[in-house]
């Protein structure tokens, strides 16, 4: 009998290379730019820390933490921030950027770049206050994500916070249809038979675990986290429509964003 092998994030480690950080991840056409502040941060990134709330002589772990921007700024805003990336690739390219920054302040940055594997136990026990998973928890198995979850919840100190920022809502796929056919009557423009990014041959390697609003609640709590919150988290919408597009259901069958905290 021949068993099906579940692909996980570490087989195909190799599609994360530099190319792919400096070319698709959110963010890339600012990177050059940002200096080390929150300000020159993209949108994504900067709405992260705002939601982490980081002070000054916070422990912060940016898990997935590919070019390091994150990582930087929480430092540069006074936290010891440490990131971690499976990619080689991902951490050279922080490394570098941490270097540029360090040298161009005169503040003092306590950041700090490992390249590692979230399921091994890498950090020990009630180390962290805070920790952030953006766009990493769809990057990784679902066997790969109950133990990396696990693992958050044994570093974080107790009442810590985790942030977890996932694209796309997993069912927004399957109601890809309904909303093709609604923009080509509202608009005349076909978007497509399949969303755009699915389109790029990567992709299967590239998202493992595609979240949605009912599952990333029941990962947390089955980790142990016991206040946990999850939400939409897009852009506000405007029109005519924005009354239905804020709605719960709306999101759930058609939104994009998905957020949640998880409290030790």
């Known amino acids: 009998m021949s068993h099906k092998h579940t692909l996980r994030s570490i087989d195909v480690r ?4 530099q190319e792919y950080f400096l070319q698709r991840v959110d963010g890339y056409d600012q990177f050059v730019q940002f200096d080390g ?34 990582t930087i700024a929480a430092g540069f805003l006074g936290a010891i921030a440490v990131g971690c990336d499976f990619s080689r ?4 390219l922080a490394q570098q950027k941490l270097g540029t920054i360090a040298r161009n302040s005169d503040r003092e940055i306590q950041t700090s770049f490992l390249c590692a594997f979230a399921t091994d136990d890498v950090f020990r026990s009630n180390m962290f206050d805070k920790v952030l998973m953006s766009e990493f928890i769809e990057h990784v198995s679902p066997d790969e994500s109950k133990i990396i979850l696990k693992n958050v919840k044994r570093w974080l100190k107790p009442g810590g916070k985790l942030l977890i920022y996932t694209s796309p809502n997993r069912w927004s796929r399957h109601t890809h249809p309904l909303m093709r056919w609604y ?10 038979a399949r969303p755009e990014d699915t389109l790029h041959p990567d992709y299967s390697k590239l998202h493992l675990n595609e979240q949605s609003y009912l599952s990333l609640y029941v ?7 016991r206040q946990v919150r999850v939400w939409f988290d897009s ?8 009354i239905v597009k804020r709605s719960l ?11 949640a905290v998880g409290i030790k």
């Open 89 to 92: 690739d991902a951490i050279v």
């Open 235 to 242: 852009p506000a919408p405007a029109g005519r429509l924005s």
């Open 183 to 192: 923009v080509r009557w509202r608009t005349g423009i076909d978007i497509g």
């Open 249 to 259: 259901l709306y999101n759930v069958l058609f939104g994009g964003n998905l957020t």
């Open 37 to 70: 502040t929150p300000q020159t941060l993209f949108d994504r990134a900067r709405r992260n820390l705002e939601l982490l709330d980081i002070h000054p002589g916070d422990y912060f772990l940016d898990l997935g933490c590919g070019r390091g921007e994150v």
């Open 219 to 225: 990962a947390l709590w089955r980790a142990g986290f």
């Open 14 to 17: 190799d599609a994360y290379q």
